[in-house]
């Protein structure tokens, strides 16, 4: 088999560069898939294990996200703040983020869970203002990173988007070296009857498409080729020929 081949200069300059961006979206979406998988893994393990019910434990700064954890203390629920634009179950609310002041006089946020519109105001909900000592079980989380999508935090006109402990303690008015910066504590669903806050139920949430993103990436770029070559022999720029026998 013999095979002649002409390509012309502009599509096959558009092409590779189109085929080379492609591979590139698919090569990432893959090694996007090995870190969503390993921050899963992540999650069941350190949710799943002996939980932290020390409270000098949380003072270390190498405390691993999402570690499980039981204290106890007080909400100072004078200084709510709430995350817009949250849902559960389709309906839209937020996320009430409380001061908690643990037995150590340390203070860390708490996210307490989902409230609709309508329970937002604390005066409508003073069945969810636990006064006195509580005992909270919890995971660790990270301070929030912004997405490039996502408004920035303004707090003096009551939108927050995003959980950063260090912007939320300068706003309530809470500086001291009592402060915990280094993460906050996502409150865990307690017993099944649901009561507001609805807080966090323990599992994993995180969407892992990244297999199918990436398939569609590659999909494309053989797409392409297949394109690209039909092209070439429909124009009689790509010719396959059977070697003449001698004789």
Do not use: C
Request: proline share 4%; net charge positive.
């Amino acid at each position: 088999m013999k095979i002649q081949f002409k390509p012309m200069l502009w599509p096959s300059i558009f092409s590779i560069l189109i085929f080379a961006i492609l591979i590139s979206f698919g090569t990432w979406q893959v090694k996007r898939l090995f870190w969503k998988e390993a921050l899963i893994e992540n999650y069941l393990t350190q949710s799943q294990s002996n939980p932290i019910t020390d409270p000098a434990e949380l003072e270390k700064s190498s405390i691993n996200e999402f570690k499980s954890i039981g204290i106890l203390g007080r909400f100072i629920h004078s200084n709510e703040i709430y995350i817009t634009g949250k849902t559960y179950e389709g309906n839209a609310g937020f996320h009430v983020i409380t001061p908690f002041i643990m037995e150590n006089n340390k203070i860390v946020l708490i996210n307490r869970g989902w409230v609709s519109e309508s329970y937002k105001n604390p005066d409508k909900r003073k069945f969810s203002l636990t006064k006195g000592l509580v005992k909270l079980k919890g995971i660790i989380r990270y301070p929030q990173k912004k997405g490039y999508f996502v408004p920035e935090n303004d707090g003096e006109n009551g939108f927050w988007f995003t959980i950063v402990p260090n912007q939320i303690f300068d706003f309530i008015n809470i500086i001291s070296k009592k402060t915990i910066n280094d993460y906050y504590i996502d409150a865990l669903r307690v017993g099944e009857k649901l009561t507001l806050p609805i807080g966090v139920d323990g599992k994993p949430k995180f969407r892992n498409q990244h297999l199918s993103y990436a398939i569609t990436w590659y999909g494309l770029a053989l797409s392409l080729l297949f394109v690209y070559f039909s092209y070439h022999a429909s124009s009689g720029r790509l010719i396959f020929k059977k070697n003449k026998r001698n004789g």
